[in-house]
Every structure is written in C-alpha cells, then in structure tokens.
C-alpha cells in the first residue's frame, strides 16, 4: 500500500561534475493511483530478483551522513514527506558530483507499507525511448526505464526506528565500483560485512535449493561439493562473493532460479546474503558430502553425520559404521517370530 510518492529529477551529464542541479516536482505529491500503484510493483519485483545487493545500518555520524536526520523529521516530527525528499535532493546533489561517471535520471521516492512495516524505496530511472501502437499510428514516447534500474536503495523504516531490533534495515543494489559508492554515501549505509554469519546462512540455503529442486542423491552430491569448492576458492584468493556470478557457475541453466531461492530464504530468516564479502571457509566443510556407489550398494553421508556420531568411520580396521539409521532400512533385516 503506497502511503506517499513523489519524484524529482537530478541533472547531470555523464563524465564530467560541472552544472549539476536539481529540479523538484512542482506538483509537490502524487496521489496513489493505477499508474503508480503498478510502477511500485514493477519496482519492487525488480528490486527482489536483481542480483548484487548489499545490507547494512546508517552511519552514526549524521551531520556528514544527514539522511537519517531527515527521515526522522518526517517521520517522528513535521510529517511533511516532500521537504524531506526535497533535502534528500540536495544531498543527493553534492554526492553525485564526487563522481565523474555517474549521469542523473528521474530520482522516485515511493513510502509504502508491506506486510505491516514501512518501508522506503529510493530509486534513479533512466528513460527511454518507447513505441505506441494507437488509432492505427505509431507513436514515440520516453518512458521510465524501470526494467533497468542502476540505483536503488530500500530502507525499512520500521525495523529501523525499533531499537530492539537488530536487524540490518538498509538494502542497496552495488553497482560497480566507484560508480555506486556516492549512492551509498548518499543513503549513509554502513554495509560492514559478517563473513561467518553470512557464510553459515548461504551453506544452510544452498541445501535448501537442494531439497526444493528435488535432486536425486548423485546430483545433489555433485551441487554440494560443487559450491564448496567454488566457495573456498573465493576464500583462499580473498575474492569477494557476487551472487549474480556465484548463480551463473553453480546452477547455470537457471542462474534466476538459484538467486530467487536465496533471496527468499533470506528474507524469511531476516539475514540476506550480501554481496561483497569474502566467505570464511569454516561453515563450508557442512557442504562436502561424501559417497560412493558399487554394483550393489551405494553410500552417501555429509560431515554433519560424521560430527554428530551418526556415522562412524574407522580407517585403521576399514569400516564405517552407520548409527540410528531409519525404521525403514532396519525393519527387512529383523527377524521373525
């Protein structure tokens, strides 16, 4: 549900930081309507599957990083949301001219409500040229560009304004390099990363793709054991994670797949994973998964069996030996009365 919106524009040419400006909307607010309510989905659906985000809090210094300030004017005193887009301009302003490379676009600020927390959502559009078909004429029109979004920024505001929480509030989509450091200055983001933590929840949502795909005992073994590998070669080279490439190597006959699967479970278990940070190669060991097959048998135990005493492994005498193992592999071999 959209509680307000409103956008305006930042000029600036791509290459160069002179004759940056801005220009407010003189229609102040929009109302909620068809038109706006279907560019926040579009935005919002897009926002979910991009690839590359990165997680964090606000600074705590707030007269270097003043968007907070302003948020908690408007939504802890005046109440008046186009001022304090209209103070985000201009700080929007000053940081795009730390960057050469970066050019302006239609700046929209959507506060809305999603399943009962506020949120905020900050996101430059580019335009483009597009094509209607009406009373048997062709048209060009410019259009929002929402397909293509190169900033974006989300922040919870509720989590945020609820000291207990210890939530990481603020989302935004990386970019590249330099190019997308004045959006996160501009939001006031501390995105420091938690290695292990991020770590032991990506190994627990790779299991979890494995049990949604359904894959069958060899398959999943290889998947497995593919992404540990993957993984601790980005830990031994200090290279830091990218969800979009990660996706491409391990599932790439759907990448979108394997990138909506753990964006969902990090979502449901309020740690998504972020983009950036290098993988501490202590959880991974939970992915190897160990088996072999014959013409007869085959076998197959992952190191959490082992770490738990399920499975029991005695290379001096040759055996491993399996304790607990199911009702339903036990049963056949009971004898009867």
């Known amino acids: 549900m959209i509680k307000r919106i409103t956008y305006h524009a930042l000029l ?26 279907g560019l926040l989905k579009e935005l919002i659906d897009r926002y979910h599957s991009t690839a590359g985000k990165s997680y964090g809090v606000f600074e705590e210094d707030e007269d270097i990083y003043q968007t907070p300030k302003i948020l908690r004017t408007y939504l802890t005193e005046n109440d008046d949301f186009y001022k304090a887009t209209e103070h985000l301009m ?51 029109v410019e259009a929002l560009n929402y397909e293509n979004v190169r900033f974006a920024g989300r922040i919870n505001l509720t989590d945020w304004l609820d000291e207990s929480s210890d939530t990481r509030y603020i989302s935004f989509l990386r970019g590249k390099g330099d190019v997308s450091a004045y959006f996160k200055e501009f939001i006031g983001c501390n995105n420091t990363s938690r290695p292990l933590a991020e770590t032991r929840a990506l190994v627990s949502y790779i299991e979890k793709f494995g049990e949604e795909q ?17 993984l601790k070669d980005l830990a031994n080279e200090s290279t830091p994670f990218a969800l979009q490439v990660f996706a491409n190597v391990l599932w790439p006959s759907e990448p979108q797949d394997l990138i909506d699967s753990l964006e969902e479970n990090g979502k449901l278990n309020n740690l998504p994973i972020s983009d950036g940070f290098i993988p501490d190669k202590r959880p991974l060991k939970a992915l190897r998964v160990y088996a072999c097959k014959t013409k007869h048998w085959s076998i197959s135990f992952d190191v959490t069996a082992w770490d738990s005493g399920d499975v029991e492994v005695d290379p001096v005498n040759n055996k491993i030996i399996f304790h607990n193992p199911p009702p339903a592999l036990i049963n056949p071999f009971r004898k009867r009365d």
């Not at 559009?125 to 009406?134: Q, T």
């Not at 359904?214 to 993957?230: M, P, Q, R, S």
């Open 12 to 37: 600036k040419e791509q290459g160069s930081t002179d004759n940056v400006s801005i220009v407010l909307n003189p229609n102040k607010e929009l109302p909620e309507k068809e038109s706006t309510t």
């Open 90 to 140: 201009r700080v929007l302003m000053n940081k795009s001219k730390s960057q050469v490379f970066t050019k302006g676009g239609v700046v929209i600020f959507f506060h809305y409500e999603e399943e009962n927390k506020d949120y905020l959502i900050i996101a430059i559009l580019s335009e483009k040229v597009a094509y209607i078909a009406k009373d048997w004429d062709l048209a060009q």
């Open 214 to 230: 359904n894959l069958n005992l060899d398959d999943l073994t290889a998947f497995k054991n593919k992404a540990e590998v993957y």
